[in-house]
């Protein structure tokens, strides 16, 4: 395992397990349990993944120590603002079932997130939480953000793959000390990403699966990665990234596969802003 340092001076692993989009309950128990026996030390959960009560029971159940279990979540959008954002925290922690949370990030850069970050300060402020950051923060909003608060965000997550590199959203973090985490580092099986000619090449040259190779491209970036599959073998393979390197060939052979844009959706759209900014995920 690799870890990173963030701006606070807290150990970060540079790979997670993420448990967006497992299709049911039972099977998120079941992986993050499966994640925790492979070796895995991060769980990335949210409080619109519906399935924090999951995470936390698999945490309880495995035996491992809960300070060596990095566990984020997510405050989702219908809940920003101050006292709504405190509220929120305090139902992810009783789902989870935890005593202190290591991140707490907010969501998506819409709403009152201002009211939101203020509120997670306060928390951080109090212990609650080891750190805090954000999702899919664009440059300006990540400025703007940090710029007119008192505490600047620790991570930012955001949508990273061989597809989209954010190449000038990770020189950003770099300059102002925020670390860069991604999120859909598969880019969500988009283009047959797993069969690309160029990334299966790379593979074969050094005995790795495709997905190993994506892995670790973005860790010697210093992207942290939060892969999600539900099948052991696989959570295995994913984890196994830290017994080779790619040479500097191997590095801008995948730069060129950068389009520039997402192969998932559009977070510029504003119809995308009004789906998101209308999403409910309870009453």
């Known amino acids: 395992m690799e870890y990173t340092t963030l701006n606070n001076g807290v150990r970060m692993p540079m790979i997670g397990f993420g448990v967006y989009q497992i299709p049911n309950k039972k099977a998120t128990e079941e992986a993050v349990s499966a994640a925790l026996e492979v070796g895995y030390r991060m769980i990335d959960t949210a409080a619109a993944y519906m399935n924090e009560d999951e995470v936390g029971a698999a945490i309880r159940k495995s035996g491992v120590k809960r300070e060596d279990v990095f566990v984020t979540t997510k405050l989702w959008v219908q809940d920003y603002g101050y006292e709504k954002a405190l509220k929120a925290f305090d139902t992810?922690?009783?789902?989870?079932?935890?005593?202190?949370?290591d991140l707490y990030l907010i969501h998506k850069p819409y709403g009152d997130y201002y009211g939101a970050w203020r509120a997670m300060e306060k928390l951080y402020k109090e212990g609650r939480i080891r750190a805090i950051g954000v999702t899919s923060f664009w440059n300006e909003r990540l400025a703007?953000?940090?710029?007119?608060?008192e505490i600047k965000p620790a991570v930012n997550?955001?949508?990273?793959?061989?597809?989209?590199?954010?190449?000038s959203e990770a020189?950003?973090?770099?300059?102002?000390?925020?670390?860069?985490?991604?999120w859909a580092p598969f880019a969500e099986g988009q283009n047959n990403v797993f069969e690309n000619a160029i990334i299966k090449e790379i593979a074969v040259k050094h005995g790795k699966t495709t997905g190993q190779?994506?892995?670790?491209w973005l860790i010697q970036r210093n992207v942290v990665v939060i892969?999600?599959?539900?099948?052991?073998?696989r959570m295995a393979d994913n984890f196994n990234v830290f017994d080779f390197f790619l040479d500097e060939i191997d590095m801008e052979r995948i730069k060129e596969l950068d389009t520039g844009k997402s192969p998932i959706y559009d977070?510029?759209?504003?119809?995308?802003a009004f789906y998101i900014g209308q999403l409910k995920i309870h009453e």
Not at 227 to 233: A, D
Request: proline letters at 4%.
């Open 92 to 101: 992810s922690m009783k789902n989870l079932g935890l005593d202190y949370l």
């Open 144 to 149: 703007d953000l940090f710029n007119m608060n």
């Open 157 to 167: 997550q955001i949508e990273t793959n061989v597809w989209n590199q954010k190449r």
């Open 171 to 182: 020189a950003f973090m770099a300059e102002h000390g925020i670390q860069h985490e991604a």
């Open 213 to 216: 190779i994506m892995l670790r």
């Open 227 to 233: 892969p999600k599959t539900i099948h052991k073998e």
């Open 267 to 272: 977070e510029m759209d504003p119809k995308m």
